[in-house]
């Protein structure tokens, strides 16, 4: 069981918006605005798509937005692509012994 | 440009043991914090060590599915983070990723742990 609850799959169709949400506790995403969001195609790195909450790395469309309230993170895409089906991860520091820790992964289906 | 390379997988039996490299380029390594994370085969990605910037690596911090078998250290003057893992067991079977804090990872390294 992962520390930060992602719901196992999502789906949208092309054009549309979905959000991803990322549900921690007091001790992490509610704590800390080192809040990531990464997309990882099988067999791949994660690729980083947000940090710190909602920063976009250079390079990242757009369409990707990250933010947050109390304990739950969100991750918006809008304007569905193909290209957009695969796998998205949250992830947060947090002020326990463990100083990170992942959400169990959200599967995009692009309709 | 910033590239982390790791390397050290293989294929090893229960008991065993494995030492993992990630080697950094592109970035001033000794002020950065590290983190080790794995992703077991058709499964999400699990955080498994972290070793500070401060103090040569002074802190560290295990998952408690593997402390008091891995041990992370690094060597600033190498550019390099390890992973020393001991006791292997077959649920430690996965891809293991270096990570500059979480902004930029390795292509990952695979421990298959199996008799």
């Known amino acids: 069981q992962s520390a930060l609850t992602q719901p196992a799959s999502v789906s949208g169709s092309r054009g549309q918006s979905i959000t991803i949400s990322c549900t921690g506790t007091s001790s992490d995403i509610g704590d800390y605005n080192y809040v990531y969001w990464f997309q990882q195609d099988p067999g791949t790195a994660p690729k980083v798509i947000i940090y710190e909450v909602s920063k976009r790395p250079s390079g990242v469309s757009y369409r990707f937005s990250g933010s947050k309230s109390g304990n739950t993170a969100s991750l918006t895409i809008s304007g569905l692509q193909a290209e957009d089906e695969t796998h998205y991860y949250c992830a947060s520091y947090t002020s326990r012994a463990t100083p990170v820790v992942f959400g169990g992964g959200t599967k995009l289906t692009v309709l | 440009e910033v590239q982390l390379v790791d390397s050290g997988g293989g294929l090893v039996q229960p008991g065993g043991s494995l030492r993992l490299s990630c080697v950094a380029s592109g970035f001033n390594f000794s002020k950065y914090e590290m983190n080790w994370v794995r992703q077991a085969p058709g499964k999400g990605l699990e955080w498994v060590s972290y070793?500070?910037?401060?103090?040569?690596?002074?802190?560290?911090y295990y998952a408690d599915s593997v402390r008091g078998r891995f041990t992370i250290s690094r060597d600033n003057a190498k550019n390099s983070l390890y992973l020393q893992m001991d006791s292997l067991r077959v649920e430690d079977t996965a891809v293991y990723f270096c990570?500059?804090?979480?902004?930029?990872w390795g292509q990952g390294t695979l421990v298959t742990v199996s008799s």
């Open positions: 070793i500070s910037s401060r103090g040569n690596g002074a802190t560290k």
């Open positions: 990570a500059r804090a979480l902004n930029y």
